[in-house]
Nanobody, 122 residues
Framework: QVQLVEIGGGSVQAGGSLRLSCEVS????????MGWFRQAPGKEREGVAA??????TTYADSVKGRFTISQDNALNLYLQMNSLKPEDTAMYYC?????????????????WGQGIQVAVSS
């Protein structure tokens, strides 16, 4: 059974940094895509960053140069968030897809974590 659990959210002032982790279990596929998504109150869920099994990364324009997605050998997923802005405030989710990476469309991802809150104050 595939499980994804986000860790590391919290509150930070604008300009600060946070590192999110996603513990992945039960997922053992050679071709896959993993990503981070977020959803702010009253807004649709949006893709933040994705990484393939070959460590090719994709970022939303809004986070390029500030966020970095990575993974370790155990397929755990990370999101380093620097220079945070109040508009980064949202619930953050990690997600996984079996097969080729198709980008940051949430409908393409089958497995999801429960989400973790990130709040950035001005």
């Amino acid at each position: 059974q595939v499980q994804l659990v986000e860790i590391g959210g919290g509150s930070v002032q604008a300009g600060g940094s946070l590192r999110l982790s996603c513990e992945v279990s039960g997922f053992s596929y050679s071709i896959y895509c993993m990503g981070w998504f977020r959803q702010a109150p009253g807004k649709e869920r949006e893709g933040v960053a994705a990484i393939t099994d070959r460590e090719v990364t994709t970022y939303a324009d809004s986070v390029k140069g500030r966020f970095t997605i990575s993974q370790d050998n155990a397929l755990n997923l990370y999101l380093q968030m620097n220079s945070l802005k109040p508009e980064d405030t949202a619930m953050y989710y990690c997600a996984a897809r079996i097969g080729w990476c198709l980008g940051l469309n949430s409908e393409d991802y089958k497995y999801w974590g429960q989400g973790i809150q990130v709040a950035v104050s001005s």
